[in-house]
Nanobody
Framework: QVQLAESGGGLVQPGGSLRLSCAAS????????MAWYRQTPEKQRARVAQ???????IYADSVKGRFTVSRDNAKMTVYLQMNNLKPEDTAVYYC???????????WGQGTQVTVSS
């Protein structure tokens, strides 16, 4: 059974930093894509950043230069380092993994990030 365990959310002031972690278990493929999405009550869930098993990354324009996605393949963990946070980054952040070649998709439970003074 695939499980994704997220951690690292919380309350931070504008300009501050947070690091999210997502540890995956129950995956036996060496080919997968891990990503972070975020969602607010006003907006649909949208991808923030993505990293492939080969280390290729993609970022949403709104976070380029501020967020960094990385992974530890040995620990099956993906990280999202968020710097210079803005109030508009406030959202529930979800971890997602797509396992190749079947493209099975799994989601974490979500972690709240609130940027406020």
């Amino acid at each position: 059974q695939v499980q994704l365990a997220e951690s690292g959310g919380g309350l931070v002031q504008p300009g501050g930093s947070l690091r999210l972690s997502c540890a995956a278990s129950g995956i036996f493929s060496s080919s997968y894509v891990m990503a972070w999405y975020r969602q607010t009550p006003e907006k649909q869930r949208a991808r923030v950043a993505q990293i492939t098993s080969g280390g290729e990354t993609i970022y949403a324009d709104s976070v380029k230069g501020r967020f960094t996605v990385s992974r530890d393949n040995a620990k099956m963990t993906v990280y999202l380092q968020m710097n210079n946070l803005k109030p508009e980054d406030t959202a529930v952040y979800y971890c997602n993994i797509i396992v190749r070649p079947e493209d099975y998709s799994y989601w974490g439970q979500g972690t709240q990030v609130t940027v406020s003074s």
